[in-house]
């Protein structure tokens, strides 16, 4: 569903992303880790053809990103660090114009339907945005992916920042969209949350894919002793 | 398309900005509209009271000359008989007046009426453009005209620019470009909508507001002239929205783009105009206004240096038509003065040519450079639909020059001869097209 092949991107010389293969399934979770720099949300860029690769593929649903970019963005959300609305509409008013650019047009009841799917609390959907909290626009996100059907979700660090209760919530709702058979590939510093989350576990560093686990496979030590002796490297 | 323009009215619905323009254009074409209207009523005045004055004078001889030949009445001196055409045409409040009337849309742009008039009376030895009191008026050359094509050409883009400029680099700003630009939208696209609403909004608004005011006030802009008008208004609001749009295509902040806007503006209505005039004044410089007023006193004084020699060349020209023998005083006096006054009137023609043909030459490239700046270009249009451009007021001169050709054909022969009017003929006394 997510696939990348050879994927290379060089920005004035000094090399972002490294020949990066990359194959992300359906009802799975992948998290992305490295350090700041290492790659991460320049590889979801380039999935978001936000940026062209320097050689390689980037597909999505098998369709190369860059010669189809507006067919792939049809089956992808994506929600980013800190995702923005718009503040002075509610949380039903903004889901109803993102949907609407994906061509989906939802009245106010469907909307409240998503939106209490990505469990934001009712007494909040009428409400402006500008007074949402980030975990609270992290779940309008979540409820633009499940309103689109959404087969490829793409996160960018979507935890940084949540208090721990809200980054659980997240979590939960990432893994009702994996049984939704979407394919996940989440950026992340969260080693716990990726353990607990993830299907399989990706290491960068340098641009390259230096490591890849399978999360059932391995203790949360375990993890942290492989991401730290790379981060050495 | 329909969920952008939704999306964006529920967007500017919330904006203090739009709210407050929703209050304020309507507000600044209903003024500028009452002003233009107070404008043409006072000219229409003016031109009423002109009319009745003059016909009241003629009505007056008529009823004058019907007296003394019932014998009911007497005049004293011959300044005081009716029947003379000199009294008819010379004297007094005698003469006709030319009018450049206002046009149906006139209300719109006083142009050039502050500087230039819309009548003058012609006497035979007069052909003089007259003035209402606006330019007297110190608050009036100290601000200017408030008028339609003031807010439509100075104020609107403002507006424009207020609603255009940060369409897509607020998004940046607010961190919604982001997700913007993962959605299965060209970004281009969602700028093109969001700048087609918000153009239909507000050209909505001004034409909406332009049509109710004007039909408060009379004006018909459901005329081909109106449709004009109002098709011209669409397509510069849409100008500048293209304007906004070039900017917003560019990766800039809001800050650049307000300030780049801005300058556009001042540049497009203030620099350019400004350097059209240094550059059409230096190519074509039209001589000091001082040269002309010494021009016209030397020409004064040489004909009356000249004076009884000129009159004999006149003769010499005209046997025909002056009468020999026992005539009245006046007659010798007034045949003399008209000979004068016809040669200063040929000779100053002539000067001023000098200063006539640098202002075509003038105008002509002025016209050519215009376009250099749409504002220039519509308020000159703007102008021409009203009728207070400087070409069709300057066309009142040659009115009257030749509605006073007219008079002088009509007149002087009766004078020359001394044949008086009867009461029938009051009605052969010629009136401007």
Not at chain 2, 335 to 355: D, G, S, T, Y
Request: aromatic share 10%.
């Amino acid at each position: 569903m997510i696939q990348a092949l050879k994927l290379s991107k060089t920005y004035n010389g000094s090399t972002a992303v490294n020949a990066l293969d990359l194959h992300i399934n359906k009802s799975e979770i992948y998290c992305l880790l490295g350090a700041n720099g290492a790659g991460k949300t320049t590889t979801i860029n380039l999935f978001l053809n936000l940026t062209a690769p320097s050689s390689g593929i980037a597909k999505i649903a098998g369709l190369d990103v860059t010669t189809n970019p507006l067919e792939t963005k049809q089956k992808l959300t994506y929600i980013p660090e800190n995702l923005m609305l718009y503040p002075k509409l509610t949380g039903v008013e903004n889901l109803q114009f993102f949907c609407g650019l994906s061509g989906i047009k939802l009245n106010d009841k469907e909307a409240e339907i998503y939106l209490k799917e990505s469990g934001l609390q009712e007494d909040a959907r009428h409400k402006r945005v500008e007074n949402y909290s980030k975990g609270m626009r992290q779940k309008v996100g979540i409820a633009l992916a499940i309103a689109r059907s959404s087969e490829v979700l793409l996160l960018d660090e979507p935890t940084s920042g949540l208090d721990p209760a809200a980054s659980n919530d997240f979590a939960n709702l990432l893994t009702d969209m994996k049984e939704r058979g979407a394919a996940i590939l989440m950026a992340t510093h969260d080693l716990f949350r990726a353990k607990e989350t993830g299907t399989r576990i990706g290491i960068m560093n340098k641009g390259r894919l230096v490591e890849e686990l399978k999360a059932e496979d391995i203790t949360h030590s375990d993890l942290e002793k492989i991401y730290l002796n790379h981060m050495k490297e | 398309m329909k969920d952008l323009f939704l999306f964006e009215w529920r967007h500017i619905r919330n904006s203090g900005s739009f709210l407050g323009m929703l209050v304020i254009i309507p507000l600044l074409i209903g003024f500028s509209l009452h002003l233009g209207n107070e404008r043409v009523n006072q000219q229409l005045e003016t031109i009423s009271q002109l009319r009745e004055m003059e016909e009241t004078f003629y009505y007056d001889k008529l009823n004058e000359l019907k007296a003394i030949e019932a014998g009911e009445a007497e005049y004293n001196a011959w300044w005081q008989n009716p029947a003379n055409p000199l009294v008819l045409a010379q004297f007094n409040q005698a003469g006709r007046h030319v009018f450049l009337e206002p046009k149906p849309l006139s209300a719109l742009a006083s142009g050039q009426l502050d500087i230039f008039p819309y009548y003058g009376k012609v006497t035979l030895t007069t052909a003089d453009p007259l003035r209402d009191n606006a330019l007297e008026n110190p608050f009036m050359q100290v601000a200017g005209s408030f008028d339609f094509a003031f807010v439509l050409v100075w104020l609107i883009p403002l507006f424009v620019i207020v609603m255009g400029y940060n369409v897509i680099s607020s998004e940046r700003e607010n961190g919604t470009y982001a997700l913007l630009q993962s959605q299965p939208i060209a970004i281009k696209k969602i700028l093109f909508y969001k700048l087609l609403f918000r153009f239909l909004v507000i050209s909505g608004l001004i034409v909406i507001s332009l049509i109710l005011w004007a039909l408060v006030y009379g004006i018909n802009v459901f005329s081909i002239s109106g449709l004009q008008l109002i098709s011209i208004v669409l397509l510069y609001i849409a100008f500048w929205f293209c304007l906004c749009a070039i900017f917003n295509l560019y990766q800039t902040s809001s800050a650049v783009n307000a300030v780049g806007l801005a300058g556009l503006w001042v540049i497009l209505l203030l620099v350019i105009p400004a350097l059209i005039s240094l550059i059409v004044s230096t190519v074509h410089p039209i001589p000091s206004r001082a040269i002309w007023i010494t021009e016209q006193r030397a020409i004064q004084q040489d004909v009356q240096a000249q004076g009884e020699e000129l009159f004999d060349l006149w003769l010499v020209d005209h046997p025909e038509e002056f009468l020999e023998g026992d005539t009245p005083q006046f007659y010798q006096s007034w045949v003399r003065r008209l000979v004068w006054a016809e040669n200063i009137a040929e000779r100053e023609q002539k000067a001023e040519r000098i200063f006539e043909e640098p202002r075509i030459r003038q105008s002509e490239m002025a016209s050519r450079l215009r376009f250099l700046s749409p504002p220039m270009a519509l308020q000159t249009w703007l102008e021409r639909k009203a009728g207070s451009d400087a070409e069709r007021l300057r066309s009142l001169d040659q009115e009257l020059k030749r509605f006073q050709s007219e008079w002088q054909v009509f007149f002087l022969p009766r004078f020359y001869r001394l044949d008086f009017f009867t009461p029938d003929e009051f009605d052969l006394i010629p009136r401007p097209s």
